[in-house]
């Protein structure tokens, strides 16, 4: 029976949510209260520049695939994707770098060449990981977090312990180099916890790092986003901007109308894509599930301060991805985990789009987004931003052996204040909650509201979790609850 159904928000879950209804035959409507769509996703351009705002990253390039085989269609039909060779490249000391392949025959060779010995263990190390992948990715991934049910397969029961260590002890267990350590724990850090904190069954994701590489798509992620409203459009989505909803009206236990700028508007089905908290706030508070106290004591991933950076001149000695791991990982994921405060000595991250996409700046000019990721709820000030920018664009002259400083044309920064007032994001978290042990599956927020009918969530505070991969099957699953439950 055709429902028609009112999608707040227009981000990756929401989007594939979107798609999803409209081809089984309902009337779906969007609504963004930005100008623009795409939720974190969103794209800057300045003075010929142009930055991802928010994803950098174009991992497990399967679930794109099949995202958009459910609709006979495939990436390829809106986008270009290009692997990136290398995938990344790692900063350990000035001039001290390893640079990570495009494949694993020669990461394994990098490895053996770090630490005698290390190259088989990688290899045993990376079929587990891929035994894992077929499981979550292919399978455990695209349940609904229902019941606790539907984690028990044949397959889990033969894994369960790795649901009760962690990926920190396992890599140890294995490898001694510090780099190496370094270099498999960054993968899960995309999961939003500490290495310590996330469970073993989730080395799927160094299969996704070292065994699917690295992508871009052409004109960077936001392409996903235009191919996701195209394939949106053609299945008859209408989608509005600038449409900031204010609440969300419940009659009789059924949630029933929004109400946008003002104005009333009425669906048969609700489905909030926004932040999981804000969502449940445009309810009365006896409507919501979750209480404050719930939302307070969740291990949240990290927010982030990004820096979106114009050089005059090309920048040297670094990669497409470039990760600076020159201090203790420790003491800043106990900074942002544990008491939570600014970091002394950031880790932090640089991404140069212009290495790959000539698109990204003009002939030979250098686009640079850095990003230093920070506990959600810390104080947001612009004097704390100056002097963060100052302190990690020193580290990066020093351990790329260049100055940089000079040919900056312009800077933008985006942190914790920009996440709540742009995505309505709890405490200004930028990647939702963290897939710990307790935050997993069946016991993270639900999709279907347990006080409301008619009422659903998508997106990365729900099932399955962080990432752009884990929301585009947020928007499947989510469809398929509703389908089921008209």
Not at 19 to 34: D, I, M, P
């Amino acid at each position: 029976m055709e429902k028609e159904i009112k999608i707040i928000g227009s981000g990756f879950s929401s989007l594939a949510a979107a798609c999803y209804l409209a081809q089984s035959g309902h009337r779906v409507t969007v609504y963004e209260k930005n100008s623009t769509i795409g939720g974190r996703a969103r794209q800057l351009k300045k003075d010929g520049f142009t930055f991802d705002i928010g994803p950098t990253w174009y991992w497990m390039p399967d679930v794109f695939e099949r995202f958009f085989a459910d609709f006979g269609k495939k990436p390829s039909d809106y986008y270009q994707l290009i692997k990136l060779s290398p995938a990344y490249q790692v900063y350990f000391g000035v001039k001290d770098f390893v640079t990570i392949a495009d494949n694993l025959p020669e990461i394994i060779t990098t490895f053996e060449s770090i630490e005698k010995g290390s190259g088989n263990k990688l290899s045993d190390f990376m079929a587990e990981a891929q035994s894992n992948y077929n499981i979550a990715i292919k399978d455990l991934v695209y349940r609904p977090g229902v019941s606790p049910l539907e984690l028990v397969t044949l397959e889990t029961a033969k894994k369960v312990n790795q649901f009760f260590g962690n990926i920190s002890k396992d890599i140890r267990k294995k490898f001694k180099n510090q780099k190496l350590i370094q270099i498999l724990e960054f993968p899960v850090l995309f999961l939003g916890a500490k290495p310590s904190d996330t469970p073993s069954f989730y080395s799927f994701m160094n299969f996704a790092d070292f065994g699917l590489g690295t992508w871009h798509p052409k004109n960077g992620m936001y392409s996903v986003i235009l191919a996701m409203e195209k394939l949106a459009k053609e299945l008859g989505v209408a989608i509005k901007t600038n449409s900031n909803i204010e609440k969300i009206n419940v009659d009789n236990g059924k949630a029933n109308a929004i109400i946008v700028n003002g104005e009333i508007v009425y669906g048969d089905i609700i489905l909030s894509g926004a932040d999981y908290h804000h969502s449940e706030s445009l309810l009365d508070k006896k409507y919501r599930a979750y209480s404050e106290n719930y939302w307070e004591n969740r291990t949240f991933a990290p927010s982030s301060l990004l820096f979106y950076v114009g050089f005059d001149k090309k920048i040297e000695n670094v990669e497409h991805h470039t990760l600076f791991f020159d201090v203790d990982f420790d003491v800043h994921a106990s900074d942002i985990y544990d008491n939570p405060k600014w970091p002394e000595e950031p880790l932090f991250y640089a991404s140069f789009p212009s290495k790959t996409d000539t698109g990204s700046a003009p002939s030979g000019k250098e686009a640079g987004i850095f990003l230093i990721p920070l506990a959600p709820g810390l104080h947001d000030i612009p004097e704390l931003r100056e002097e963060y920018f100052e302190k990690i664009i020193t580290r990066f002259e020093k351990l790329t052996q260049q100055s940089v400083k000079e040919s900056i044309i312009f800077k933008e920064s985006f942190c914790v204040n920009d996440f709540v007032a742009d995505y309505n994001s709890y405490k200004g978290n930028a990647y939702g909650l963290a897939n710990t042990l307790m935050q997993t599956a069946f016991l993270r927020p639900k999709l279907k509201s347990k006080k409301v009918k008619n009422l659903f969530f998508t997106g990365q505070l729900t099932v399955p979790g962080p990432g752009v991969p884990p929301a585009l099957i947020s928007g499947k699953l989510v469809a398929k609850l509703i389908q089921k439950n008209i």
